[in-house]
């Protein structure tokens, strides 16, 4: 069973950058499929970033150019650098995991506790 905790948030004025690590277990063979996502009050969970283990990337339209999702060099340790940051992407964010390629879909059968990104303008 794959565990994730997700550290990195804070507040940070817009135009800024902040980078989030997930720490993923349970996953010695790199099988799962990894995830970003945000939760907002008042929202659905929102798609963010997803990696494959061969490094495939998927971003979400309004993301794309400002995030990057990596691998560190220790697999079980996943990234997301977030540049250019919003007052739109103030959120929590959650690193999900499964075995299944679900891409940006909320259909993950493991997440984080999730981390809060407050962007001030």
């Known amino acids: 069973q794959v565990q994730l905790v997700e550290s990195g948030g804070g507040s940070v004025q817009s135009g800024g950058s902040l980078r989030l690590s997930c720490w993923v277990s349970?996953?010695?063979?790199?099988?799962?499929?990894i995830a970003w996502f945000r939760h907002a009050p008042g929202t659905e969970r929102e798609g963010v970033a997803a990696?494959?283990?061969?490094?495939?990337?998927s971003y979400s339209y309004s993301v794309k150019g400002r995030f990057t999702i990596s691998r560190g060099h220790a697999k079980n340790t996943l990234y997301l650098h977030m540049n250019s940051l919003k007052p739109e992407d103030t959120s929590m964010y959650y690193c999900?995991?499964?075995?299944?390629?679900?891409?940006?879909?909320?259909?993950?059968?493991?997440w984080g506790q999730g981390t809060q990104v407050t962007v001030s303008s």
């Open positions: 349970g996953d010695p063979y790199n099988v799962y499929y």
């Open positions: 999900a995991a499964d075995r299944v390629d679900w891409r940006l879909y909320p259909n993950y059968s493991s």
């Open positions: 990696i494959d283990s061969f490094g495939s990337t």
